[in-house]
């Protein structure tokens, strides 16, 4: 008397693996164990009615102008690390590992302030575009809002972000609180080009000097032609308007290059012939090759992806069939490819990619995995459509040292112990 | 000794008209007109340093676990529409003119809600599914966060959207608070198929009956197939899990169809052979009809844009060129076109489309319009992928009559006068 509507698919018992360690392909849905069932769970679910729960029996609560998480959810939040001896310096995290999908709320995108987050009047603020252009403009932030505006689904991810990978142990902590230097919005601004190309460009520049309106003045250098093809002053995240923590009333946006460019509270666009070689782009921002060289102005963020379930601090409840997924990105374009390993890199499985796959977006990934209570070492492995292949952490080790502290984007291993605690490995 | 570095373009004054009342190419960006500009302003902008903005002088705010939107952005809320006779029973509305982009946030997400917002625990959440089916089940929160997941971002838009639209004469309120009963998010959980997969659904079900766990156990019937097509248990939206009034802990997905069938707080479905025939599909949600009929199971949305800016209550402050921007969705797929009117529908031209382009989703379009001061009317009308063309009032009107309150999608006017002052017509 049963009648499948849906493909039939055989018995989970029967479904083959793609890849050692109990890949399964990326296809089949998870269909067995996961329930309560059983009759037991039925009885308690359908006496709930007598069941003292209240909201089944009192109207609930009123409307609200502005909606909040559930405060079931409040462990949902960003994991703050603060510089304990400068004020307002330091980063937040966003908690990867609870999230879902792409987007990032805006509540729980990644911070990284030098002087604290400034609440700035918007009446007050004005972005100047001046140096090397035929006419320095002022603009104040209620005739921004009527220039044409384009909108972008982007991920920003700091220079620094993963970092703890350098070092010679494996750091133990939640994935999002290591990796978690990288959020994803939709981005709605004014081109540049749109400005520059008011205030007219003259033919010496080739460079920009951004500079935000906080206490400290951060400010960074941007080469002129990166600016022209695609960057834009946003000033809507996620359909409205930017919230204090990443730049209110405006900020750059710097496709698929380090966050820190990305310059917050921007007040000043400065058209040069050289670089500015500010404290953020010579002190910090470069990498320190093992020839003793440094690398400086390495902007684009490489591709990258995490497994944020299973990951650390997670624990798996027993042998059965579990989903796989986690989060890529390129700043060099769309991801084209994410492998799952589930035996520490043997063999790999491709992937399931959640579309619309966006340049310099997040792409999740998902993949069904059958667990047999063994120990098991998940990796992922990222492919842009530009042809970048995420590197294994010795790789990229041995080409760069450990004394680089940036553009950190090997791949990340989760080790599931025989009794499902998952943390972190190299 | 100036440089462009972007194709050239005309002087604005040298752009020509594609269609009446000053519509311009789609593909022209603004240029002019709209700074501060003039040594004044740059004189103002520069002294900047001087002038007492604590900001630039004070280090700001320390890190938030969560973070809100700007102080001077609180205007920027949902309004509220509520039933005095009847506590927590009504509407808030998106406020889509203040907002830019596709995605809604979470905080501004349109309610509504027929007994309060339940604060619902969620250890304590059962969702059971019965009825026509192999065996009952039920399932709790936690196991359903380990079950596979899609994604997938879709508008949700209330069946009683634009309702003001069939009233004699145009009302006079800001575009979100007529239209606004409609938002887009990512949404991420798992797919209906696989969990009436697992219960086994009998030949003869072809209703399921959906039952929310608020104190009114407000319930709906979806046709079978649609669920199994491509409805899924929302948990997540825009990245983190369902607000309280969208549906915390669950809530059902029914991609395309009226808002009312998403069933929120989620706790029951039964698979039947028969529609229930509740209030919520007799009563209500039903259409008029001028022969005396009523349309019932009315479910797909229609093909519907908006002009978000320029948009009522909205002021231009002169002869200007401005960007006409706003948004259009279809139920039956992807929007392909969205044709904008400057001449109260004598003459349309092509707006731009923000891609991606996504089924059942937000399209954001624009174009520019030269507006010489005298009064004009706008329009804009939407062209799905099926070929659905969204009609002129008096279309609606004449098919549908003036007592079916729901359903609306006609073209939507705003008249511009000659002081700037943008209002409502017909």
Request: aromatic residues 8%.
């Amino acid at each position: 008397m049963t009648r499948r509507f849906i493909r039939p698919v055989p018995p989970a018992e029967e479904w083959p693996d793609i890849a050692g360690g109990g890949l399964l392909d990326r296809r089949l849905f998870l269909r067995s164990g996961l329930l309560l069932a059983g009759s037991a769970g039925i009885r308690n679910a359908l006496a709930q009615g007598d069941a003292p729960l209240p909201w089944l029996h009192t109207p609930g609560a009123p409307f609200s102008a502005y909606g909040q998480p559930s405060p079931y959810e409040r462990y949902t939040a960003r994991r703050i690390g603060a510089n304990r001896a400068v004020a307002g310096n330091g980063v937040s995290f966003t908690p990867l590992e609870e999230l879902a999908g792409t987007i990032t709320p805006n509540g729980l995108h990644f911070e990284r302030h030098h002087n604290g987050v400034p609440q700035i009047d918007p009446a007050l603020h004005r972005l100047t575009v001046h140096g090397r252009v035929r006419q320095a403009l002022a603009f104040d932030v209620k005739s921004l809002l009527r220039y044409p505006m384009r909108s972008q689904t982007l991920f920003i991810e700091c220079g620094g972000n993963s970092n703890a990978g350098w070092h010679s142990e494996p750091v133990q902590r939640p994935a999002g609180s290591v990796h978690g230097l990288v959020s994803c919005a939709e981005w709605t601004g004014v081109p540049l080009s749109v400005l520059l190309d008011e205030a007219g460009v003259d033919a010496d520049a080739s460079w920009v000097i951004a500079e935000g309106a906080d206490a400290g003045a951060m400010n960074m250098s941007i080469p002129l032609a990166k600016i022209l093809d695609d960057c834009m002053l946003g000033l809507y995240q996620n359909g409205e308007r930017l919230r204090p923590e990443n730049g209110y009333p405006m900020r750059l946006i710097v496709p698929g290059w380090e966050g820190v460019l990305h310059v917050k509270w921007l007040q000043r666009l400065e058209l040069s012939a050289q670089p500015v070689m500010s404290r953020n782009e010579t002190a910090k921002y470069t990498e320190l090759l093992p020839s003793g060289k440094a690398r400086q102005f390495t902007f684009t963020m490489d591709c990258k992806s995490l497994i944020t379930t299973p990951s650390h601090g997670q624990t798996l409840p027993g042998p059965d069939i579990y989903q796989i997924t986690g989060l890529a990105w390129s700043g060099h374009g769309r991801i084209a490819r994410v492998e799952v390993s589930a035996d520490g890199g043997n063999s790999w499985a491709d992937a399931a990619l959640q579309g619309p796959l966006l340049p310099r977006s997040f792409t999740r990934f998902r993949i069904p995995w059958r667990w047999d209570g063994t120990p098991a070492v998940l990796k992922s492995r990222a492919t842009d459509d530009a042809g970048n292949v995420q590197p294994e952490r010795a790789t990229l080790v041995a080409e760069r040292g450990r004394a680089g502290y940036f553009h950190y984007n090997a791949i990340i291993a989760w080790t599931v112990e025989d009794d499902g605690l998952v943390s972190h490995t190299y």
